[in-house]
């Protein structure tokens, strides 16, 4: 298949929307933005061997592309609205771009994003999106606007996404029925955007869990110049996984690694005045999304800024070897 075939018989689509003039095709979209309005573009990108393995599905490449970044605007209290996506690939197979196109188009239809342009190269599997969202005018959730005695909260589950990728890199093992509901979680995230909209009133700050919830929430206190204390015991995670430690089966310490150390959650984080909390809980019940208070926010101590304590049961500090994962550790 040549690269304008797959252009024209997977790509374009209908669209139906007031603000795009002009989607793919020409040499540009054309965004006809509303006043009162501000929109929030980010990206991110997966590379093959780094962030999905080479046999990965195209279904499950296809959701997790569009999810994580459909994460970055849950996290903004954005409404997502339009995306690029750049691709090199060593070769256009029809069979693979035919599923890997489908599943992208229903995620996007359910995340309520529309594809408006992109690039397609030939090279070693690389998936880039670009996406853009939306939200009134100023009333964006930032990093920065976190406040001392905060408390801090997550939603859905930690720790998942890490446990099923260190059965693959044979780290660990876990019963069958365990892996699975790990493994589903790591390769099909669910962004949390129905959260992040009701949020925007409600949270002074949010971050999206990527690359493990401590070095995440980390950003929120260097950005607001506070540090957190977390309690290690109320970090929710799947009860199936956490009934393996009784078992013998997983220690303590590694759910805590996993849950506070792990990538790929995709959950959010977000720090509130305690005043919120009926308002937060009633907010994850109208979005169908759990919601946990796991900690309270501190002044910072100008020796150890923007520091994240965790707490035992006990009330004993723990400490964990790495806070998150580097890129470029
Ligand atoms: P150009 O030569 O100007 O870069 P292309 O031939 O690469 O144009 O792209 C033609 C049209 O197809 C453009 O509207 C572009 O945005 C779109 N397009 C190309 N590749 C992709 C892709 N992978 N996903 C979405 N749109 C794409
Ligand atoms: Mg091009």
Redesign the pocket.
Known sequence: MM?FDF?RDY?VQQYNDDELVLG????A?VIRPVVGKDIHISSDMLLADRHFFRDVSPADLAHKILAVNVSDMAAMGAAPRWF????ALPELNREWLKVFCDHLFSCASRFGVT?I????TKGDWVFNVTILGETPSGEALLRSGAKVHDDVWVSGQLGLAAAALDVHWKKTLLPSSVYSLCEQKRLQPEPRVALGLTLRRLAHAAQDVSDGLAQDLGHILRASHLSAQLWADQLPTLPELAALIPQQKISKEQLYTWMLAGGDDYELVFTADASQRQAIIHAAQTSQTAVTRIGTLVEDNPEQPAHVTILDEQQHIITLNHQGFDHFA
């Open positions: 690269e252009i790509l793919v095709g020409d040499d979209a690029l996506l750049s691709v594809l342009g992109g690039d397609t």
